[in-house]
T-cell receptor, first 110, second 113 residues
Framework: KNEVEQSPQNLTAQEGEFITINCSYSVGISALHWLQQHPGGGIVSLFM???GKKKHGRLIATINIQEKHSSLHITASHPRDSAVYICAVRRGGGADGLTFGKGTHLIIQP | NAGVTQTPKFQVLKTGQSMTLQCAQD?????MYWYRQDPGMGLRLIYY???????DKGEVPNGYNVSRLNKREFSLRLESAAPSQTSVYFCASSAGRSGTEAFFGQGTRLTVV
């Protein structure tokens, strides 16, 4: 079983819909990251969370440390939001590097 | 505002050839990382450097070597490339080990034939 699981793997929605991507992890962590990767492109950091909730524009990320679960929400989705969204965790205990989920491929249709 | 710069962006190697992937960051970060991304799998850590002069193995280090040349630069070397090393390679950096944002390069798409 992967230490970081994302769902769904693929998601197609219509422009304007509210999008939720979920991430569950099975290890102790010091931080959780949400990343965005456009086709053929690099990886951009969206959020880093260790507790609670963060908002940036139409994007909202939440984390529940007790349940080992995080969600990424996109409000009023737009075709330019089409990308792969990746959840990654930094393990607790001084471990270095990130452990990644496999990503959620999101397509927003006009 | 360059951030993390990787070169080259694309490379095709023949089995057995060697090459070095270059990475540089201009954010004065202590930690630097090399990851590989393969279809159907999450990114996996190859090597990392927590500070200048130190390097450590990650999850998939076999077939690779690294050099932290100075605080800015962290290179990844394939001594004898194999088809299994066909992948997209990402360099990343962060200010410290925990509680800090990660910044990624644009990736290097490597094909070994």
């Amino acid at each position: 079983k992967n230490e970081v699981e994302q769902s769904p793997q693929n998601l197609t929605a219509q422009e304007g819909e509210f999008i939720t991507i979920n991430c569950s992890y099975s290890v102790g962590i010091s931080a959780l990251h949400w990343l965005q990767q456009h086709p053929g492109g690099g990886i951009v950091s969206l959020f880093m969370l260790s507790s609670g909730k963060k908002k940036h524009g139409r994007l909202i990320a939440t984390i529940n440390i007790q349940e080992k679960h995080s969600s990424l929400h996109i409000t009023a989705s737009h075709p330019r939001d089409s990308a792969v969204y990746i959840c990654a965790v930094r393990r607790g205990g001084g471990a270095d590097g990130l452990t990644f989920g496999k990503g959620t491929h999101l397509i927003i249709q006009p | 505002n360059a951030g993390v710069t990787q070169t080259p962006k694309f490379q095709v190697l023949k089995t057995g050839q060697s090459m070095t992937l270059q990475c540089a960051q201009d954010m004065n970060h202590n930690s630097m990382y090399w990851y590989r991304q393969d279809p159907g799998m999450g990114l996996r850590l190859i090597y990392y450097s927590a500070s200048e002069g130190t390097t450590d193995k990650g999850e998939v280090p076999n077939g690779y070597n690294v050099s932290r040349l100075n605080k800015r630069e962290f290179s990844l070397r394939l001594e004898s490339a194999a088809p299994s090393q066909t992948s997209v390679y990402f360099c990343a950096s962060s200010a410290g080990r925990s509680g800090t944002e990660a910044f990624f390069g644009q990736g290097t798409r490597l094909t070994v034939v």
